[in-house]
């Protein structure tokens, strides 16, 4: 496409789809218009991909996750259709900044964390890989939570992301399925019907998903709820206003919020509602089009593969028994058998806690028919592999129907997957020694390497040319470069401007003024006590201390970063957010100080401020307890970006610090192994504080109000858990991560040494890439085939 037709394009949508005039346009009448202008060159790809995968009669891959963490669409959507230079002049032309109109996008808070960029990040690499595919989630009017810090402590607010048309989405009215909850289940001529007390609509909304060059392009499909009756005209009428508006406000309550709070009974039935909702409809979604092509139910899994990810869809099982059995009259064992060959399962974490139950009594309330399924497959399996049950002390275990009803279970890292077959799912792996397979994570290399990081993937394309984008393993073709002085001198150069542009960014919205020559050292993720954020804390404490001891001492200059928001239920880790603050603000005033150590925690972080911070970081803080991070992605996308990682031998750290080589990575910490053993010794955490006075330093420093402006009390619960209880093992590990950390200041120190390493951890992460990810599941669970690339848009 040329510039100037792309400009015609642009202009056009200002004039007939937002009816402005380009002298009363605002920044978001330009962003919208040139969404529409990109969205136009995606829509030709989509529909040829369609046409493509039912002429071929493909096998299509349905991916049902509750999260699809997209953030923003547009930079993505012009790098990957070969657009994004002539958008840029065609800005530049107009006299607009380029930069100022993708920042305008808000960003789509549709996940939590790596579970829902993980889903992104396979959407992509589906599409640019041909695979015939297609996500399914709710389309929440908020999504997850907007965090603000007030005097330090997290407050929750709504995402209002939805307030503004989100241009790159099609509503399909026409695509809407009733979906009940609760009422009877009875028996009607030998089969059990089940007549639901309420039902609300779920309606589809499709976003087109493009791959890299425009050649294939799939839909994520999400689902909103809507009412049946949208007013209640009788009410209304009879003057009760709120109680007329009341059944659209409750069907919509299920696609408004991701996560609400399910500690109280409320926030459990508003869950498990909505994940009956999205699953439910998706089913129906796939059988419709399974059928508008063919005849024989029994043919599905030859037709469509669907992944749960994590056990948030996994009433799919019943559901899809249901469907087969009491509406399509099949036998139960067929229909199970039907089911477990299309069923596969996701498994993201060893955390038993997070794995989730049901009560009978609530799936038996919304779900009765299922709940009695359940027991159906229960004792099903319990004849044949006696000893493990889905139905535990009034509890439905989500893991374990997953398990049953799934062909493939897989975890996500090596590590993880062996662990599972040891922990979780001990008992179901001896009795289904083929089930478990692993897939490691990856990360798109189009989004977290060509796209948020344009200063190194230029260099790197200089290098070794584009290939890598698309195989993101000639990443290696780099290596010889890497004793190229000129090469080094280049990409440390990419890495300082990327820092200056996050510290002025830093420096305008949080007023903490930064040195780009420090190094960069970054810890982004959800808050939770595995992944030991207050292990970090503790460091940065001890290492002030150290610093204000020895003022004339040669420091290597460190800020901190830190990003995360805290579940809203989960106390503890909203302590610790409350405590990094509360450091910080000690630390950033410290004249003594603050000429080595900075303390810097943006607040919200979401996607966009992932793609700001890890092109600039130097060094990736991967400090889990052993044996409890899956994965990790974030951690993947540091390596790509040429960061260090500081880390444990947990989830795919072990496989990073294979892949980049033990001598570019810094480890410390106890193995999974040493982690058990270490939890039987009593008082270790006492122990380990009484032999490193330096950690009980930094302990005391919680007590004796330091950063609480003399209140002794503030952090005590952080500080009595670290020597107390001490569960994921801070103090243990303490010494080590210390340790660690002054080889990382010493390597830091010698630049060229660094960048070396730094690039090594590029030219070596490239096996990260999603695209080997989604490979092997196609191979290895889906039996999917890619399809032939269509045509390239980004060369016409
Ligand atoms: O597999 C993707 C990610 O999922 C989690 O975020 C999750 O939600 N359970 C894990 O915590 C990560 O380790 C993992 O990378």
Redesign the pocket.
């Known amino acids: 496409m040329s510039t100037s037709a792309l400009k015609d394009s642009v202009l056009s949508h200002l004039k007939y789809s937002l009816g402005k005039d380009p002298e009363h346009a605002t920044t978001y009448d330009w962003r919208v218009a040139l969404s529409l202008a990109a969205r136009d060159r995606i829509v030709d790809p989509w529909f040829e991909s369609t046409r493509a995968t039912y002429r071929a009669d493909a096998k299509r891959v349905y991916y049902l996750s509750m999260e699809f963490l997209i953030g923003r669409l547009l930079e993505d959507a012009l790098v990957n259709t070969g657009v994004y230079d002539d958008a840029k002049a065609v800005f530049d032309d107009l006299g607009l900044n380029f930069g100022e109109i993708l920042h305008d996008e808000p960003d789509a808070a549709l996940g939590n ?3 829902g960029r ?1 889903a992104a990040c396979f959407l992509e690499s589906l599409s640019t890989l041909g695979i015939p595919a297609m996500g399914y989630g709710i389309r929440y009017e908020h999504g997850l939570f907007r965090q603000r810090f007030e005097g330090g402590r997290q407050v929750e607010e709504a995402e209002d992301w939805l307030t503004q048309e989100h241009v790159w989405e099609f509503e399909r009215p026409e695509a809407a399925f009733e979906i009940g909850f609760g009422g009877q289940v009875y028996e009607n001529g030998g089969r059990a019907v089940w007549r639901p007390q309420e039902a609300v609509i779920a309606q589809a909304f499709d976003t087109p998903v493009v791959g890299w060059k425009g050649e294939w392009a799939n839909t994520l499909r999400l689902w909103g709820a809507l009412p049946k009756t949208v007013l209640d005209l009788q009410r209304f009428n009879a003057g009760d206003y709120a109680a007329a508006a009341e059944p659209e406000a409750l069907a919509r309550t299920i696609s408004r919020v991701l996560y609400p709070d399910d500690t109280t009974e409320e926030g459990k039935h508003l869950r498990l509602k909505q994940e009956y909702f999205f699953t439910a409809a998706s089913l129906r979604d796939l059988i419709r089009r399974f059928e508008a092509e063919h005849d024989d139910l029994r043919d599905l899994p030859k037709r469509v593969a669907i992944q749960l990810n ?1 056990t948030h869809p996994a009433i799919a099982g019943p559901e899809l028994v249901r469907i087969l059995h009491d509406e399509r009259g099949m036998e139960f064992e067929t229909a199970m058998e039907i089911a477990r060959g299309c069923l596969n399962y996701t498994n ?2 060893l955390l038993p806690e ?1 794995l989730e139950r049901w009560s009978d009594g609530l799936m038996g309330y919304l779900l009765p028919r299922h709940l009695q399924l359940i027991e159906r497959i229960d004792t099903a399996h319990q004849t044949q592999h006696p000893g493990i049950a889905i139905r535990e002390h009034g509890e439905v275990k989500m893991g374990e129907l997953s398990f049953i009803m799934a062909n493939r279970v897989n975890g ?1 890292s090596a590590l993880h997957s062996d662990l599972m077959k040891v922990t979780v799912f001990k008992d179901l792996h001896d009795m289904h020694p083929d089930r478990i397979v692993n897939q490691t ?1 990856g990360v798109t290399p189009r989004r977290w390497l060509r796209t948020c990081n344009p200063r190194l993937s230029g260099l790197i394309t200089d290098a070794i040319g584009d290939g890598w984008i698309k195989d993101a393993e000639r990443l290696s073709e780099l290596e010889p470069h890497v004793n190229d002085a000129g090469f080094l001198d280049r990409f440390v150069q990419a890495k300082r401007e990327n820092k200056v542009d996050l510290g002025q960014w830093i420096a305008e919205s949080m007023g903490i003024s930064v040195d780009p020559d420090a190094m960069f050292d970054v810890q982004i993720k959800r808050i939770h006590e595995y992944k030991r954020q207050h292990l970090n804390i503790l460091e940065t404490i001890a290492l002030w201390q150290e610093m204000r001891d020895n003022p004339n001492g040669d420091w290597t200059p460190r800020v901190k970063i830190f990003g995360g928001k805290a579940a809203p239920g989960y106390v503890f880790a909203k302590e610790i957010i409350y405590l990094i603050n509360s450091v910080a603000s000690v630390i950033n005033n410290d004249p003594v100080t603050s000429k080595w150590l900075k303390v810097v925690y943006p607040a919200n972080y979401n996607v966009t401020l992932a793609e700001r911070l890890i092109p600039a970081a130097n060094l990736s803080e991967q400090i889990s307890t052993a044996g409890k ?5 974030g951690n993947m996308k540091f390596a790509l970006n040429g960061a260090l990682t500081i880390g444990t031998l947990d ?1 795919a750290n072990v496989e990073i610090r294979e892949h980049v080589g033990a001598d570019n990575f810094f480890l410390f910490g106890m193995t999974a192994e040493e982690v058990m053993e270490r939890r039987t010794v009593e008082g270790h955490a006492w122990d380990a504080i009484s032999k490193d006075p330096r950690l009980a330093r930094a302990v005391d420093a919680l007590r004796n109000g330091t950063f609480a402006g003399g209140d002794h009390d503030r952090f005590r619960g952080i500080a009595d858990n670290i020597s107390g209880p001490d569960y994921f093992l801070v103090a243990s590990d303490f010494s080590d991560y210390w340790r660690a950390s002054r080889e990382v200041d010493q390597a830091f120190r010698d630049t060229g040494h660094w960048a070396r390493m730094a690039a090594l951890n590029t030219a070596r992460s490239g096996w990260f890439s999603s695209d080997r990810t989604i490979r092997s599941y196609a191979s290895e669970i889906w039996d999917a085939l890619p399809s032939k690339p269509l045509r390239n848009i980004a060369a016409e």
């Not at 991070?629 to 992605?633: K, Q, Y």
């Open positions: 964390g790596g579970l993980l994590d993201h974490t997070a996500v994570n991070e899956a994965s990790g992605t989830g």
